[in-house]
């Protein structure tokens, strides 16, 4: 065990791709001993700061294979690292519960066959009388919203997740190069990595973690993933405070596939992963509030305070996330086109045990 640890203390891995994929993976790593480097143009412009951070993990209605092992397995996790993490951040934490709601009678059917199929004290069906329901339905001018709490998951603050890794990064004195890579290629039993700049950096592993760009990069190797471009959308939308009380409401919701976080008495987001493009469309307030047959009066009248979107990638002919050792030293970690935050520490942990196994 001695003799690994001291491998891994002289192995250099490069990580392309400094959002929340590309950040854990360094954390888990750097924790093992090995030397990272994390190699990224623009970090601030990246997909990672435009998440929500809902983590949906036991509320996933789908109970085996690969999706369901890595949402089991985060779940597991998720609450250590928060622990760990803390020493870098105290108030970094998962705000719960979620709930999932819908106006659609068949879909809350399917709702509660697997509430009752999953014999689960967190995950409870919200009845006509839950005050839940009661205050949303009233917020909402509406009678037939119906849903299902799960009261361990929740939402992590994506901004504040990504601060406090930096913090920790920053801390392990992990080397960041703002640069961007055009191409990687294998010398001599190592990795080059070319920046557009002409310097070569040179490294044992490479981990590829920067979304659609990691396709351009593997193609030259004669890797044939396809990755589609998806985008996630949110807007901050100041309502009349004299008409409803937003914070009476729970603190993150969905209703008919729209998240919904309440941020003050007058202040909500708004934000879904559901439009396959490159842009963001025109009309992003009625794309986003148009949920219920009809409209509050408060949501009709809103303002737009605030809107952001992230581009993000999705696998065409696979499961997503790809999670993949293309060659020895070279290893594809991506196409998180919605559960990036839930699912890193499920996926660090998977890339984390490649390597070990790579260097034993």
């Known amino acids: 065990m001695k003799i690994l640890k001291q491998n891994f203390q002289k192995a250099h891995i490069v990580i392309i791709g400094s959002g929340i994929i590309g950040k854990f993976n360094a954390l888990e790593l750097s924790e093992l001993g090995f030397q990272i480097t994390i190699i ?29 092992d890595l949402r089991e397995k985060s779940i597991q996790l998720w609450p250590k690292w928060i622990e760990f993490l803390k020493q870098f951040n105290h108030e970094l934490n998962i705000e719960k519960p979620l709930i999932q709601l819908t106006t659609n009678e068949e879909k809350f059917k399917k709702l509660e066959k697997f509430i009752h199929e999953n014999n689960n004290q967190n995950l409870q069906i919200l009845e006509k009388n839950s005050i839940f329901i009661k205050k ?20 992590i603050n994506a901004v504040s997740l990504l601060k406090t890794l930096d913090q920790y990064l920053k801390h392990k004195k992990i080397n960041f190069l703002k640069e961007e890579i055009i ?5 001599h039993n190592q ?7 002409n310097k070569n950096i040179k490294s044992d592993v490479v981990i590829l973690c920067n979304s659609l760009k990691a396709v351009d990069l593997i193609n030259n190797l004669s890797h044939n993933i396809q990755l589609k471009s998806v985008i996630g959308q949110a ?15 729970p603190k993150q919701f969905n209703i008919n596939g729209k998240n919904i976080i309440p941020k003050s008495k007058n202040k909500l987001i708004i934000g879904s992963t559901d439009e396959y493009s490159a842009k963001p469309k025109e009309n992003i307030f009625e794309e986003l509030t148009n949920f219920l047959d009809k409209k509050p009066t408060w949501l009709a009248n809103g303002k737009i305070s605030k809107k952001w979107y992230g581009i993000r990638s999705r696998p065409e002919g696979e499961p997503s996330p790809i999670m993949k050792n293309l060659e020895d030293g070279l290893i594809i970690c991506t196409g998180f086109y919605k559960n990036g935050i839930l699912l890193a520490p499920a996926c660090s942990r998977w890339v984390a045990n490649e390597i070990k196994n790579y260097f034993s």
């Not at 951070?53 to 369901?68: A, T």
């Not at 990795?191 to 700049?197: D, E, L, M, Q, V």
């Open 235 to 249: 807007i901050e939308i100041n309502i009349n405070e004299s008409e409803v009380d937003l914070l009476s409401l």
């Open 183 to 187: 191409k990687i290629q294998k010398s």
């Open 136 to 155: 949303i339905n009233k917020a909402f001018q509406t009678k037939n919203i119906k849903g299902i709490i799960s009261l361990e998951d929740g939402r």
């Open 40 to 68: 990224d143009p623009s970090q601030r412009n990246n997909s990672s700061h435009a998440a929500l951070g809902l983590l949906m993990g036991n509320m996933y209605q789908k109970r085996k294979g690969r999706s369901w």
């Open 191 to 197: 990795w080059i990595s070319k920046t557009r700049n």
